[in-house]
């Protein structure tokens, strides 16, 4: 029989992926994203509308004080374990997980989450230096860490959670509900080491989680069109691998 052509003049490849990208449910978006971060972003924003009268004396100041006077570490303290290790997640060292997680997606094929990746480890942490700026809140004071100006928000606890979000975007959707509890604690754990080591106020932190989070989601909703499409070219690949042949051990010689 004579082989069909394609009046469109496309691959059959091509024209696959084209459908699997454009068979998923609104190009893999979400409207629990969008709803998500807008609601995240505006609370962040509000507090920082809350702080700009007053940096050092907001309303909520005595509520920080008493979390501080709770949970902060004693004078002369030495970072280590797992203090040690979540200040260093949040920094400069932090930093290192980013080429490493590049090199990982490029080696998988997924291009346009190299892309979200980056902008996940760089426009939250923006947000967060413009804000800093803005407010310029006093940090509390004898803070066991080394630290630079402005207190709100933390930029630990921004990067933690954008960061959080991230990891969940790019697992697989069925594995994904079993991980966002994960990484609530460890943002929350993130917060307390913040607040433990006297580097910021309590509301610092929680800024700091909204936001990141806030931006991050949006990130999501914005490239979830682009990481679909990575998906399906992955779906597709899977499907065009040829399966090997094997012969069959149990095979036998007919007898004579």
């Known amino acids: 029989m004579a082989a069909q052509i394609d009046p469109s003049g496309e691959e059959p490849s091509v024209r696959a992926g084209r459908g699997a990208t454009q068979g998923m449910p609104d190009n893999g978006r979400s409207r629990w994203q969008w709803l998500a971060a807008v609601i995240s972003v505006a609370f962040a924003v509000l507090m920082m509308l809350a702080l700009i009268p007053a940096p050092a004396t907001p309303f909520f100041q005595g509520f920080d004080e008493w979390w501080y006077s709770l949970v902060a570490g004693t ?14 997640f949040g920094g400069p060292p932090g930093i290192v997980m980013l080429p490493l997680l590049i090199i990982g997606l490029l080696l998988a094929r997924r291009r346009w989450a190299v892309l979200f990746a980056v902008l996940v480890y760089i426009v939250p942490m923006l ?19 080394m630290v630079d100006h402005g207190s709100f ?20 959707p069925r594995v994904r509900r079993y991980w966002w509890p994960v990484a609530v604690a460890f943002v929350l754990a993130m917060m307390w080491s913040r607040t433990f080591l006297a580097a910021h106020w309590l509301t610092d932190t929680a800024a700091g989680a909204v936001l990141g989070a806030g931006v991050a989601l949006m990130l999501w909703w914005l490239c979830a069109p682009l990481l679909a499409r990575d998906d399906a070219r992955r779906k597709l690949r899977k499907r065009e691998t040829p399966a090997p042949i094997t012969e069959l051990s149990d095979a036998k010689e007919p007898s004579s």
Do not use: C, W
Not at 128 to 142: G, S, T
Not at 155 to 171: D, E, P
């Open 127 to 145: 947000f967060a230096q413009v804000f800093k700026n803005v407010v310029d809140r006093p940090r509390p004071e004898n803070s066991l860490v």
């Open 75 to 88: 004078a002369g303290y030495e970072p280590s374990g797992a203090v040690a290790l979540l200040n260093a």
């Open 153 to 172: 928000p933390s930029g630990h606890v921004t990067l933690t959670a954008a960061l959080m979000v991230m990891f969940i975007a790019l697992l697989s």
